[in-house]
């Protein structure tokens, strides 16, 4: 435990740590990162005692190990450690505020390959992001640590963590298709469903770090190909999908249709808005214009933020907001909740919605409001050129006088519609989006996009949609 580790710099990423296990993430990286923020935990904490960290883990292969040696240095540093074993990231972040604890450390991939894994981090006062990370790392490389010696014990809180879920439900009968991916979230959805109203068929409820059946992410449709064909078979009400650790929600109603996740939070946002009006609800950069008018519509004030989970955690409690999502399926919830991101909460809420808004999510995306846009694109950009690139399309917008929100990149604001350009800060890729009224508009706004990209030497997005 004594020296100093180097963590390669490509796994500190913006909102957690995320690395190629037994290359760019390793054993010695988890305990040298458990020792890093048990040390910040043990320093900010002053004279109020002795840290109390939850430690929770995913179900894939190397989980076990790496979690192992993230408690072996957080042990070290003297902070007692409450392990939850595995399961989905919500219920780790859940144990924190449920448990008192004074932070949280989950040793999860998420929906990365199976050969990938990384670490989450909570802090009970809020996230723990984007300069904490690279100050983890900081500390690892000088070896600057505290020396302690904690106590662990394990605490199960799958049961307590379901009932909370539970507590004052609000829905109606349903029969729901659950599609596990083979992750973390199969023990929670089987308690879960057992004790729910209706009739819920579970797909790949066995946890598996194989992943054998398909890629736990729900935001490419690809992967939500069997969720489809059960929804269709069992003539099911509607479905939902989430990804490795559960923090992320998709669905489809009852026609097989996918519902994303800009679609799910303007569903979401009106019981809400309804027990809360005048709200603030935050969406991402990516979404749709239909969900800020929507919200508006409502009753609420649309805010409009950064992509990124830690980014809207922080950006929820700023506000004081109860609700917020992101189109990646990212859904986080202050309201009767801890201001957390959380999918299968976010199933068992969506089945709330649904029966307060007439009981079905079918008539629900039958009734949005038709617009065309495009999927997230995303090509290779190397770093720092991807900011570059976004920092000379800003100033060429700039000098035309565009409406632009830059917040995050360049969402151009048209009469007919939208485009988006940004760098993503956990890839060395740009992403962009475009939506439109029309298809003429469509094409005109993409070709503009193009046109931009052009000038600044990337070549051109598809604009299929």
């Known amino acids: 435990m004594a020296g100093r580790h180097v963590i390669d710099p490509t796994a500190l990423r913006a909102y957690d740590i995320r690395g190629i296990v037994g290359e760019t993430l390793t054993e010695a990286d988890a305990r040298a990162i458990g020792r890093s923020f048990g040390t910040r935990l043990r320093r900010d904490g002053g004279a109020k005692g002795t840290p109390v960290v939850c430690l929770g883990r995913d179900g894939r292969l190397s989980s076990p190990s790496l979690a192992g040696a993230a408690a072996e240095g957080l042990l ?9 074993g595995m399961g989905p990231s919500p219920m780790l972040y859940f144990s924190v505020f449920a448990l008192g604890a004074d932070a949280g450390l989950m040793v999860t991939g998420s929906h990365n390959p199976f050969n990938w894994n990384g670490i989450k981090l909570l802090r009970h006062s809020g996230p723990f992001h984007g300069a904490d990370i690279q100050t983890l790392g900081a500390m690892a490389a000088a070896g600057d640590w505290e020396k302690g010696a904690g106590t662990a014990r394990h605490v199960a809180i799958l049961d307590r963590y379901v009932e909370a879920m539970l507590a004052d439900f609000r829905g109606g009968r349903f029969t729901i298709a659950w599609d596990c991916g083979n992750g973390a979230a199969g023990p929670v959805v089987e308690r879960l469903t057992s004790l729910l109203p209706g ?29 489809k064909r059960v929804v269709r078979e069992r003539s099911c009400d509607f479905g939902v999908a989430f990804d490795g650790d559960a923090d992320r929600i998709g669905a489809v109603d009852g026609q097989g249709r996918v519902v994303w996740g800009d679609e799910l939070l303007a569903i979401l946002a009106e019981p809400v808005l309804r027990e809360l009006p005048g709200s603030t609800i935050i969406g991402d950069i990516k979404a749709s214009q239909a969900l800020f008018d929507r919200i508006a519509a409502l009753g609420g004030v649309p805010d409009m933020w950064k992509s990124g989970h830690s ?57 949005m409001p038709a617009m065309i846009n495009t999927p997230e694109f995303r090509f290779p950009c190397p770093e720092p050129r991807k900011f570059a690139v976004v920092a000379e399309v800003l100033a060429r917008l700039k000098a035309e006088g565009a409406k632009v929100n830059e917040i995050d990149g360049a969402r151009v604001m048209r009469a007919d519609g939208w485009w988006l350009l940004r760098a993503s800060n956990t890839q060395d890729v740009l992403t962009a989006r475009v939506e439109a ?24 997005v598809a604009a299929s949609h």
């Open 76 to 84: 070290g540093t003297g902070c007692d450690v409450i392990d939850i």
């Open 199 to 227: 009739t819920h068929h579970l797909l790949f409820a066995d946890v598996d770090g194989h992943f054998p059946n398909h890629h736990p992410d729900p935001t490419l449709e690809a992967n939500l190909a069997d969720l």
């Open 311 to 367: 980014l809207m955690k922080a950006r929820l409690l700023e506000l004081n907001a109860p609700l917020a999502g992101e189109m990646s399926g990212h859904i986080f919830f202050a309201h009767r909740w801890h201001g957390v991101d959380d999918g299968i909460l976010a199933a068992v809420r969506l089945i709330e919605a649904v029966t307060a808004l007439g009981g079905s999510l079918t008539a629900l995306k039958d009734a």
């Open 437 to 460: 009224k029309d298809e003429a508009a469509m094409a005109r706004l993409a070709a503009e996009l193009n046109a931009q990209l052009a000038l600044s030497g990337v070549a051109p």
